[in-house]
């Protein structure tokens, strides 16, 4: 952070690095190779977020972009190794922006593919909050965020509950 500011900050790259290979005891010599490139992303610590967002239906944050895609990602106890509520911001590059993102915008994604299946999230046990970029392009990207809070907006509609 720099002046209570968040700086979420590197390089994509689209390449494979090469193979890294591991000796175990009863295995011997394996060779494990990633097969996907090009995303990076951070997650808060579990628990430290509120532990009952119910009243809430958007989250408010404040960020400077650089004009690249990123998702916002919301986690909840009962989700799967994968899984995640996610939507896309687009902040414009280079100048602060406050963003209102309704909770029911948010869709259900096992590693980053749509789940046509989704459930709806339940604001009761969001235990999780991250910032992720995959937009397939390569090269560097700067997210600034300034502050997020969670809030009951009237003029959204209500989240359905199960």
């Known amino acids: ?10 390089s994509v ?10 000796r175990g005891l009863l295995y011997g010599t394996t060779t494990k190779q990633a097969t996907k490139t090009g995303m990076c992303g951070f997650m808060s610590k579990q628990g430290g977020l509120p532990s009952d967002l119910e009243h809430c239906n958007a989250l408010k944050i404040r960020l400077k ?5 990123y998702y916002i990602n919301l986690r909840t106890e ?11 911001v687009r902040p414009p590059a280079g ?6 993102l309704p909770i029911g915008n948010f869709q259900l994604t096992h590693y980053g593919m749509i789940n046509v299946n989704g459930v709806a999230m339940n ?3 969001i235990v999780s909050f991250g910032v992720s970029i995959q937009d397939g392009k390569e090269g560097p990207f ?7 809070a969670a809030f009951r907006d009237p003029s959204l509609p209500d989240l359905e509950r199960d």
């Open 123 to 125: 604001t009761r046990s």
């Open 65 to 69: 972009g650089d004009g690249r895609i």
């Open 1 to 10: 952070a720099e002046g209570g500011v968040g700086v979420f900050k590197g």
């Open 95 to 100: 100048e602060w922006t406050d963003l209102t």
């Open 78 to 88: 009962a989700l799967r190794q994968g899984d995640l509520y996610q939507t896309l």
């Open 142 to 148: 700067e997210l600034r965020i300034a502050s997020v």
């Open 13 to 22: 790259s689209l390449e494979l690095p090469p193979p890294l290979k591991e």
